[in-house]
C-alpha cells in the first residue's frame, strides 16, 4: 500500500495544565494551547502586549529631595542607632 495512509479515527490526547489558572485539560497531543477554553476567551478579550523596548518601567515615587524631607534619612529624633545592641 505504498502512497496510501490509513485512518484508524483515534485522536492522541495529552493532559495539559492551563498556564492561567493552573486548571487541568486535555489537548491534541503537540497541540500549542496553553489556556483552558475559559481563560483562552478572557485573554483573547484583553489588548494585545506591547513588546517595543525600552517601554516597560517600574513606576518610581518622588525622591525624598523632592518631597522636602532633607537629605533623604530618617530623623532618629536624638536615638543614638548604634546602640541599639541588635546583630548586623
Keep these: 500500500m505504498k502512497g496510501k495512509s490509513i485512518s484508524t479515527g483515534k485522536v492522541s490526547l495529552e493532559l495539559k495544565y492551563c498556564e492561567r489558572c493552573g486548571g487541568l485539560w486535555l489537548r491534541p497531543r503537540g497541540g500549542p ?27 518610581r515615587g518622588p525622591k525624598w529631595e523632592e518631597n522636602g524631607k532633607g537629605t533623604g534619612h ?15
Excluded at 33 to 59: D, K
Excluded at 74 to 88: K, L, N, Q, R, Y
Aim: aromatic fraction near 2%; proline fraction near 7%; hydrophobic fraction near 40%.
Design 33 to 59: 494551547e496553553i489556556y483552558c477554553m475559559n481563560c483562552a476567551r478572557a485573554m483573547a478579550e484583553l489588548p494585545p502586549a506591547s513588546h517595543e523596548e525600552g517601554r516597560a518601567r517600574v513606576p
Design 74 to 88: 530618617m530623623e532618629t529624633s536624638g536615638i543614638d542607632m548604634d546602640a541599639t545592641g541588635g546583630v548586623a
